[in-house]
């Protein structure tokens, strides 16, 4: 079969042949259709992820997708059996990590959809067990993950969404996906702090991360420095696009009633995981939730994985029926 493959340590997947995939006997064989490019996706490919687990190379990249079981069901898969991935003609899987997919939700849309739109969905429902009327910021809700953040958050019955991002365009577009008050993350001087402080003092309940680095060090210490007004906030880190790490002073956590926690691959059980995308891929359609996506074949894989943005979404079709 023809797949994405990488074949040497850190270097870019090439297109070409390789092994079929024999499924075991508790895994099931997906005709793949379609396999978004995500940075989590590079990420893993590339051994940096800290989920990413030792492997021998050669390996078909790609962590999940849509396509078809060889009983005609279609599906959403999410982490196929090592050496096989999910850019490729067919791989295997767990059958437990396989969702079925509703009628109306294309393929191209739920490849792109499943892994920016569950690092949301996870997050509010399993880790800050978002209640209806509670308040939300999501800093860094300028990148498709951010902006469905946005979505999801309204969705799940968000009082008040308060989005963060460098790109005033983009931030400002925002607005359009729910997003009720907007901060640039550029403002100088003080204007980025006081704006914090000021939607802490009004209370903010949950914080969705997608960029730690500075920027979550200054939300952090803006709660911090709200004081007593603030209600408890539970700060949820999910992408680090600023920065791996923060310097934060110790006393902005014994000052104020943050509680700060991850989400992701190990804070998360497989089967939560799993049942957050499905949740998330059942309600897609008639929340009407956007994503841009872009699509481009298989055989591209050397050019698009080292050209494409994260808006829109790269979403590769591999076999069609």
């Known amino acids: ?68 079981l060889d009983d005609g069901r279609r599906v959403y898969f999410v982490l196929p059996r090592a050496p096989f991935g999910s850019m490729s003609e067919q791989t295997v899987v767990p059958l437990g990590q396989c969702v079925a997919l509703p009628d109306g939700l294309d393929d191209v849309t739920a490849a792109a959809i499943a892994n920016p739109g569950m690092s949301a969905w996870a997050a509010l429902r399993e880790r800050a067990r978002l ?39 983009a931030l400002e577009a925002v607005r359009t996906s729910g997003a009720d008050v907007t901060i640039p993350l550029g403002s100088t001087g003080d204007e980025f702090e006081d704006a914090l402080q000021e939607q802490f003092r009004g209370g903010i309940d949950v914080v969705l991360d997608y960029l730690w680095g500075e920027s979550a060090e ?43 926690m991850g989400s992701g691959i190990g804070s998360i059980p497989m089967e939560r995981l799993v049942k957050s995308i499905e949740d998330l891929l059942q309600a897609t359609v008639p929340a009407k939730f956007e994503i841009a996506t872009k699509t481009f074949p298989l055989s591209d894989v050397e050019t698009v994985w080292n050209t494409a943005g994260n808006t829109p979404r790269a979403v590769f079709q591999v076999s069609q029926d």
């Open 218 to 260: 200054r939300v952090i210490i803006a709660a911090a420095k709200a004081g007593e007004e603030a209600v408890p906030i539970r700060f949820v880190q999910i992408g680090s696009v600023s920065a791996p790490n923060i310097t934060l002073p110790s006393a902005a956590l014994r000052s104020s009633a943050i509680e700060l």
């Open 1 to 68: 079969m023809q797949a994405a493959i990488v074949v040497a340590a850190g270097k870019t997947p090439i297109y070409d042949h390789f092994k079929d995939p024999v499924a075991a006997a508790d895994e099931v064989r997906v005709t793949v259709s379609a396999a978004a490019l995500s940075p989590l996706v590079k990420s893993r490919a590339s051994g940096k992820h800290y989920s990413s687990a030792p492997g021998n190379l050669p390996f078909v990249v790609g962590i999940d997708g849509v396509g078809r």
């Open 131 to 169: 209640a209806r009327g509670e308040v939300v910021l999501v800093n860094g809700a300028t990148g498709t993950a951010g902006r469905l953040a946005v979505q999801i958050a309204k969705h799940m019955g968000a009082k008040k969404v308060i989005a963060t991002g460098r790109n005033r365009e």
